[in-house]
């Protein structure tokens, strides 16, 4: 939610801050501006996107600066709450992510103090505040501005006469990247990667002094060592490699994904079963939480347990977890979190933690808030997923969940060798997926005119169900909803008729019997229905208007081909419609709010 940029060095500010903010759009895109240190600080931002800033935005000198992206949190998308906000001289300019708590208290103290506001966000109350302590010199202004604030933020203040940035996090992500007489800094490793790929990650309540050749993080006040690491990821990692929305790229890349995945967690030779990633932790009452398409992979992840390991867990809510009123009592729990960053996730491992459970966070995001406060990490090896509609790593998070489960397996021994071998081959499998895509594009135009649509499967088939209609409805705006099959004549039939078909996911299980009556009655209502089937299955394309076929692979891994045939349906009902498949309205990648 929201990106925030800085650049401070020898080169023109304004280029290289638009650059990097346009790598973070996928963090929000309701408004954006840029403010560059010159003699003065100019200030240019507007409700736009940013290539459209870009387009527009008269050249200004300086070789400093800072930019934001904004997911709008207090206050309607506009070029007034659009950052950077300023004090009441000009000279102070803030850029911000996250939320201020207190912030009508501090802005009602500070107007009477006779400060005068100009927007409605949270985040004007900061330059005002550094205002209100600036005697020249900014780092102690900000220091002591922030103490000031309760809430979450990482942020980036500059001001006219210092040749220096100042920065500081607290539950809000930041990296700064380290150049060449230059440096970055940014909310996320993706917006810098064409500039540097050393970063260093800075900590809660850490302040940064950031000048062209220094980069000094304080605490408290007093100095402190903040070590570099160096990113793996590739400029052509965040970039769309000739596809036409990153979406369509992330999706192709699932067969690579996989391979990453498993190789990190075990060499090519040797056996996966050898392996417990888990220690002497076990699987024994595993509490599995997460938000949104994570939650969906952790609810795939109860499946996976309790068929493998025979132990029974719970997935949860991570949003909902937290509001329980009662302390965990389960002593541990697998947290889901592609980037890391998520709010409700983050507050859940802290719950979790301080109860004293023991927490293993699985997530895609080195140096993440999540992988720096949970007990033991477990790292996915997507990438970078710029593209807002979770894809590639939704499957790299069940790689790691087949992973986990199997070293723990209670089943027999040719089984679990049998299994080990489909999880190698499921590369293979994907792109045999991959393969089939002009067929699916060519069904998506049949959805492309819906209003509706239900998305049904069973067992380990149902969060596939889930997970289908949350891709089909934020990439393409049709309403669409998951149902567990068995449910759908609860009630849902009352919606059903012609004009709102019904996505079937049928597994090769003991839920396939109950799936084509489920079927057969749903058609009875004389709803279109898709099926996706494995290949091989001569019953059901007789039932259905249409099917999508997929390969054949162990049922417990049917939720891995079936969801890369749904996501390429969501994504081409979502080109044919004309949506911005990439940026869907009102969302952002990294939810760091509750
Ligand atoms: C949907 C999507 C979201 C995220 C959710 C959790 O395509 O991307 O539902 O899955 O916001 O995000 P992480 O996994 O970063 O905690």
Not at 15 to 30: F, K, S, T, V
Not at 80 to 93: M, S, V
Request: hydrophobic content about 40%; aromatic content about 6%; overall charge negative.
């Amino acid at each position: 939610m929201c990106g925030i940029v800085g650049y401070i060095g020898e080169r023109q500010a304004q280029p290289i801050l638009l650059n990097c903010l346009h790598r973070l759009e996928y963090r929000g895109y309701d408004s954006c501006g840029i403010a560059v240190l010159g003699g003065a600080v100019e200030i240019y931002k507007d409700a736009v996107r940013v290539k459209a800033l870009a387009n527009t935005a008269p050249s200004l000198n300086g070789i400093a600066g800072i930019g934001h992206t904004r997911w709008a949190t207090h206050g309607e998308p506009s070029q007034a709450n659009a950052h950077p906000h300023c004090d009441c001289t000009g000279k102070i300019a803030v850029v911000h992510n996250g939320v201020i708590n207190n912030f009508q208290k501090l802005r009602q103290q500070l107007a009477s103090e006779g400060h005068n506001f100009v927007s409605e966000t949270d985040t004007e109350v900061i330059p005002h505040l550094i205002e209100k302590y600036y005697d020249g010199d900014l780092a102690k202004a900000v220091e002591a501005a922030l103490h000031e604030v309760e809430g979450s933020y990482a942020i980036i203040a500059l001001v006219s006469g210092e040749s220096r940035l100042v920065v500081a996090r607290k539950d809000g992500p930041l990296v700064i990247g380290v150049g060449d007489r230059e440096n970055f800094i940014a909310s996320d490793v993706p917006a810098m990667l064409d500039y540097t790929n050393r970063v260093i990650y800075l900590e809660d309540d850490d302040i940064g002094i950031v000048s062209p050749d220094n980069i000094e993080v304080r605490r408290h006040g007093v100095e402190v060592d903040r070590k570099e690491h160096k990113i793996s990821w590739s400029v052509e990692d965040a970039q769309k490699a000739g596809y036409e929305h990153f979406m369509l790229k992330e999706i192709h890349e699932q067969p690579k994904v996989i391979r990453d995945t498993i190789a990190g967690y075990v060499s090519a030779t040797e056996k996966g079963a050898d392996l417990a990633l888990l220690g002497d932790v076990g699987l024994e009452g595993m509490l599995i939480l997460a938000c949104g398409t994570s939650y969906h992979a952790a609810l795939i992840g109860k499946y996976i347990l309790e068929e493998l390991v025979r132990v029974p867990v719970k997935a949860e809510l991570a949003s909902e977890f937290n509001y329980y009123g009662h302390t965990p009592v389960r002593s541990r729990a697998i947290v889901i979190t592609q980037s890391g960053e998520t709010a409700d996730v983050i507050k859940t491992i802290r719950r979790m933690r301080e109860a004293g459970c023991w927490v293993v966070a699985v997530t895609n995001v080195v140096g993440s808030t999540a992988s720096r406060i949970a007990d033991q990490i477990i790292y996915t090896r997507a990438g970078p997923e710029i593209s807002v509609a979770a894809t590639k790593s939704f499957i790299a998070q069940l790689m790691a969940l087949y992973w986990l489960a199997l070293p723990y397996s209670k089943i027999d021994i040719r089984k679990l060798d049998n299994l080990i071998t489909g999880l190698r081959q499921l590369p293979g499998k994907v792109q045999q997926v991959l393969d089939n895509e002009s067929a699916i594009a060519e069904l998506a135009r049949q959805l492309a005119s819906c209003e509706n649509v239900f998305f049904i499967g069973r067992g380990i088939n149902f969060p596939v169900a889930l997970e289908g209609a949350l891709k089909l409805k934020e990439v393409s705006y049709i309403h669409a909803e998951g149902y567990a099959a068995g449910e759908l004549k609860h009630g849902p039939f009352a919606l059903l008729g012609s004009n709102t078909p019904v996505v079937a996911i049928v597994a090769q299980d003991n839920t396939y019997e109950p799936m084509l009556t489920n079927i057969k009655e749903v058609k009875a209502r004389r709803s279109p229905v898709i099926a996706v089937v494995e290949e091989g299955d001569e019953v059901i394309g007789e039932l259905v208007d249409s099917v999508i076929t997929v390969p054949k692979v162990d049922a417990i891994f049917s939720p891995v081909v079936n969801t890369v045939a749904l996501q390429l349906l969501a994504y081409y009902t979502a080109k044919h419609r004309g949506c911005p498949v990439d940026f869907p309205r009102n969302l952002a990648k990294s939810v760091t709010v509750e």
